[in-house]
Structures are given as structure tokens and as C-alpha cells.
């Protein structure tokens, strides 16, 4: 049974940084593409980063890059985005989604519909 878990929401003042944490059990370990999503309230599920199999590969949403970065620890098992520069408008609950497809191919951050397995989220809030 596949169990994906969040972890490292907060509370932050805008400007602060949060990392947030995901682990994945019951696949095989790097053999699978992963995404973390958003959603803000009374918002659609948006698309924040995703990352390859192998880490090689990785795309952000134009919101996003050059403040938040995605990466994974293969040996360990655990995909992180490092948030810095946070903005009231990164509020949001944001999930980790993973996926045995080749899904992050580098020209976009695939839809929500596209991934399999998903965790419940974790709350980011970044006040003003």
C-alpha cells in the first residue's frame, strides 16, 4: 500500500522561509516521478514543481521559480521544497504527489490529475 506524507507547513512572516518534506512508502525507492501542488481557499489546485525519477529533471510554476526549490534525497526517500522569499500569495495548503510515470519531462509542471498517489497536505501561511 502506497503512503504519501507531508510535513514542515507553518506559520512565517512574508520573506521568511519554510522547507517542507515528503516521504513516499511503498515504492520503490527513485523509481517514480514526484510534484508538489497548492491550494489556496477557494482556489483550484495549482501545479507548483515537479521533479523527475532521478532528480535530473525539474520545472517550477512562473510564481514560484527563483524563490522555491525542489529536490530529493533518493537514498533516503524524502522529496523537499525549499521555500524562501515567502508572499501572502504562497498561502495555501500544499500537497505531495508522486507518480510511476515519466510525467516531469522540464516544459511544464503536470496537471493534478496526472498523479497517482497523494498525500493530505500541510498548511503554509505567510503573513503580511
Known amino acids: 500500500q502506497v503512503q504519501v506524507q507531508e510535513s514542515g507547513g507553518g506559520l512565517v512572516q512574508a520573506g521568511g522561509s519554510l522547507r517542507l518534506s515528503c516521504t513516499a512508502s511503498?515504492?520503490?525507492?527513485?523509481?517514480?516521478?514526484m510534484g508538489w501542488f497548492r491550494q489556496g481557499a477557494g482556489k483550484a489546485r495549482e501545479g507548483v514543481s515537479c521533479?523527475?525519477?532521478?532528480?535530473?529533471?525539474?520545472f517550477y510554476h512562473a510564481n514560484v521559480k527563483g524563490r522555491f526549490t525542489i529536490s530529493r534525497d533518493i537514498a533516503k526517500n524524502i522529496l523537499y521544497l525549499q521555500m524562501d522569499n515567502l508572499k501572502p500569495e504562497d498561502t495555501a495548503m500544499y500537497y505531495c504527489?508522486?507518480?510511476?510515470?515519466?510525467?516531469?519531462?522540464?516544459?511544464?509542471?503536470?496537471?493534478?490529475?496526472?498523479?497517482?498517489?497523494w498525500g493530505q497536505g500541510t498548511q503554509v501561511t505567510a503573513s503580511s
Open positions: 504527489a508522486a507518480d510511476l510515470r515519466i510525467v516531469c519531462v522540464g516544459h511544464w509542471v503536470p496537471g493534478p490529475d496526472v498523479y497517482t498517489y
Open positions: 511503498g515504492l520503490t525507492d527513485g523509481d517514480y516521478d
Open positions: 521533479i523527475s525519477a532521478n532528480g535530473a529533471i525539474t
